[in-house]
């Protein structure tokens, strides 16, 4: 259900239901297991899958980073699997569970979680656009077929009215009030810019259900979230725009190379060198043939438009000589002066971070990278768990034989017969106390791995426990 006010505070938000269930509303970055905000006892009983919200919240006072993470159980490889928009958690569940009910499985928790807080200073609240380079004037009062973001120049209104049918449901961001799927951008909300073809913005034309996405993100926020270009890691991008609302990819080249077009018909310096810094951002670091060739001849202009070059004669194609190549001073606008690209790294070493990077993101190949850390420390454990319990239990039964033949032993003593000599037995009786408390203190040493086995003795390990520890 949604809520209109757009100052919801802690207490007008207690008491609210989504399925049927009373939902608490939880501070940014927050996170937890099972109901309301995820499902438990799904599929088998016992499985409870965990939630984790993040820093922007919609008008309506609900998160609008929120994500979703399996239960124990359904953990490839020990690694957790994560899901970041609820079209990715649903195509998961139809591929894993065939035969579920989805509708069901949804209805069984909240996917709406409301926030303890909406105060400007804490978080990145959600707000329609006052007014953008677009669309200014005092002109309040919009009717229904004026844009929702109040853009007066929006793409919607000028599409025919059965296009509508067209861009599949969306029930999310679509649904809190100022934002317009065909001009703003998913990742912060304001309105795009579609001045010189739109070269600053990518809108996914990805098929979803027979239905297109039709959701649109400024370049640099894509590349600022790490969901644009060429970004190694768990996402995994190769001069592509992931879609953080369907997961679709989209080929960027293409894009470049129409906005290198663009590009050829403006007659601004300054116009021309924002429009080619994108074109290098875009392009950096991939290793497909057709973007480094792309890359090679945007540089080669940009060379060019900073050596004073006639704006007509930057597209020549000339030898390298001419101009002197590309300048490797060209930065991207959007990363920090001190930033250097990555050269080659040892392995272990940490990689060169740019202090834009998305928290959200960020979160995901930290969780990630922990939980492998974490399965990885488990298995070592485990194997010295094993191992430990193989070694004492076999030592345990060695000494518990030792204390039988013992008792045989004295038993022999105390009624011997006249062809038995009483020394021979007692100093086999001896003999044999003697070897059990060598035994004893052997398990004693042994017992040392309680504490575990880096706080044991080398040569413990290698005398009781057959390993060879390096120095």
Same mark, same amino acid.
Request: net charge negative.
């Given at each position: ?10 207490? /007008? ?6 399925? @049927? ?33 993040? @820093? ?20 490839? $490889? ?22 579920? !009910? ?63 049918? !067209? ?10 009030? @100022? ?49 644009? @270009?060429?970004? $190694? ?90 101009? $002197? ?46 939980? &492998? ?47 038995? !000599?009483?020394?021979?037995?007692? !100093?086999?009786? &001896? /003999? ?40």
């Amino acid at each position: 259900m949604d809520i209109d006010s757009a100052s919801v505070t802690k207490g /007008s938000l207690c008491g609210q239901k989504e399925n @049927g269930m009373p939902l608490y509303p939880v501070s940014f970055y927050d996170s937890g297991e099972g109901l309301p905000y995820a499902p438990e006892d799904w599929p088998n009983p016992g499985d409870k899958w965990s939630w984790k919200v993040g @820093g922007r919240i919609a008008a309506s006072g609900y998160f609008l980073d929120r994500y979703m993470y399996t239960p124990i159980r359904l953990r490839e $490889g020990g690694r957790k699997t994560g899901f970041a928009s609820k079209l990715s958690l649903e195509q998961y569940i139809r591929k894993k569970f065939p035969d579920a !009910d989805v509708n069901a499985f949804f209805a069984s928790f909240s996917w709406k979680i409301p926030s303890k807080s909406s105060k400007k200073d804490d978080i990145e609240l959600f707000k329609p656009p006052r007014e953008t380079a677009e669309h200014s004037g005092s002109d309040s009062q919009f009717d229904d077929n004026r844009c929702k973001a109040g853009n007066r120049v929006c793409s919607s209104l000028s599409a025919p009215e059965d296009s509508v049918s !067209d861009v599949m449901f969306c029930d999310i961001c679509c649904s809190e009030p @100022g934002f317009c799927r065909d001009c703003c951008c998913i990742l912060c909300c304001k309105t795009i810019n579609m001045a010189f073809g739109g070269y600053s913005y990518i809108r996914c034309e990805a098929k979803i259900d027979g239905h297109v996405c039709g959701h649109s993100a400024h370049i640099e926020c894509a590349l600022r979230a790490y969901m644009a @270009g060429t970004v $190694g890691g768990s996402i995994g991008l190769e001069t592509e725009y992931y879609c953080r609302r369907c997961d679709s990819r989209t080929d960027l080249v293409s894009h470049v190379t129409r906005l290198l077009q663009t590009c050829e018909s403006v007659d601004s310096r300054d116009d021309i060198e924002k429009i080619l810094n994108v074109g290098i951002c875009v392009l950096r670091g991939s290793k497909k043939t057709s973007a480094k060739q792309l890359l090679h001849h945007i540089e080669m202009a940009m060379a060019k438009l900073r050596n004073g070059t006639y704006i007509e004669d930057i597209w020549k194609k000339e030898d390298t000589a001419v101009t $002197g190549g590309p300048s490797p001073n060209v930065k991207c606008a959007f990363e920090f002066q001190n930033y250097e690209e990555p050269h080659d790294h040892k392995i272990g070493s940490p990689e060169p971070l740019s202090s834009t990077f998305d928290h959200r993101v960020e979160s995901l190949k930290l969780e990630d990278e922990i939980d &492998q850390i974490l399965h990885a420390l488990r298995k070592s454990q485990d194997f010295e768990y094993r191992l430990a319990e193989e070694r004492l239990s076999a030592h345990k039964n060695y000494i518990l034989n030792l204390y039988q033949q013992l008792d045989k032993e004295r038993s022999d003593l105390s009624r011997h017969t006249p062809l038995k !000599d009483p020394n021979t037995l007692l !100093d086999a009786v &001896q /003999s044999r106390v003697d070897q059990i408390k060598g035994e004893v203190y052997k398990l004693k040493d042994m017992e040392e791995v309680a504490k575990g086995f880096g706080r044991v003795s080398k040569h413990i390990l290698k005398e009781h426990f057959g390993l060879e520890v390096e120095s």
